[in-house]
């Protein structure tokens, strides 16, 4: 499995942005995708995922009612729809994958994401 993200960028807080990553290889019913992020000087964190088969979610506390996590099985995708953006969001966001819990057997490369004014 390749996991290839986009769509990182510059916001103002309460903005919004989208991350999508695109998914290579075989994905099945016990797939899970999911983002995980770094900020700078800290610890790299969990931030949602979704089980392929059913679509049920999980998020961080940090991001719940504000992130939507969702999958698309025909296009093989997993976006994340970010809003009301906060600087503390401002982190380097990685595509993850796997078929246990945490989805972190696969990693795609970084997108930065920069909440700023």
């Known amino acids: 499995v390749q996991l290839q993200a986009s769509g990182g960028g510059l916001v103002q807080p309460g903005g919004s942005l989208r991350l999508s990553c695109v998914v290579s290889g075989s994905t099945y019913s016990s797939y899970i995708g999911g983002w995980f992020r770094q900020a700078p000087g800290k610890e790299r964190e969990f931030v949602a995922a979704i089980r392929w088969g059913y679509g049920t979610t999980t998020y961080a506390d940090s991001v719940k009612g504000r992130f939507t996590i969702s999958r698309d099985r025909a296009e093989k995708t997993v976006s994340l729809q970010m809003n009301s953006l906060k600087p503390e969001d401002t982190a380097v966001y990685y595509c993850?994958?796997?078929?246990?819990?945490?989805?972190?057997?696969?990693w795609g490369k970084g997108t930065q994401v920069t909440v700023s004014s």
């Open positions: 993850t994958g796997g078929s246990s819990w945490p989805p972190t057997k696969y």
